[in-house]
């Protein structure tokens, strides 16, 4: 089990930044992926950003160069910066835990979201 506490959403400008933090209740490193999606009213939940417990990355075109996700493994804590703010990225932003239970069964967790609002 994973509890996982979202924290640092809130109502910017285009242009401005944003930075979410997401503390998870056990240590990340044994947590196979850690990441961050995000769902607009009326759309699908996609995926913002995502950070393996090797340090690996991964992030859609859509935001690419903008956002950045990062671990602190001391504080078992991911972070979401996320700069050059458009009005298309307003949506309410989930943490996701990922683990890995061999051979092929995944355990997903999630937190309760935090709604990012930028306006134009």
């Known amino acids: 089990q994973v509890q996982l506490v979202e924290s640092g959403g809130g109502l910017v400008q285009?242009?401005?930044?944003?930075?979410?933090?997401c503390a998870a209740s056990r240590r990340i490193l044994s947590i196979n992926t850690m990441a961050w999606y995000r769902q607009a009213p009326g759309k699908q939940r996609e995926l913002v950003a995502g950070i393996t417990s090797g340090g690996s990355t991964?992030?859609?075109?859509?935001?690419?160069?903008r956002f950045t996700i990062s671990r602190d493994n001391a504080k078992n804590t991911v972070v979401?910066?996320?700069n050059s703010l458009k009005p298309e990225d307003?949506?309410?932003y989930y943490c996701n835990a990922a683990i890995v239970r061999?051979?092929?069964?995944?355990?997903n967790y999630?937190?309760?979201?935090?709604q990012v609002t930028v306006s134009s």
Do not use: I
């Open 58 to 65: 991964n992030y859609p075109d859509s935001v690419k160069g």
């Open 80 to 82: 979401l910066q996320m």
């Open 110 to 114: 999630w937190g309760q979201g935090t």
């Open 14 to 21: 285009a242009g401005e930044s944003l930075r979410l933090s």
């Open 102 to 107: 061999p051979p092929t069964h995944v355990d």
């Open 90 to 92: 307003t949506a309410v």
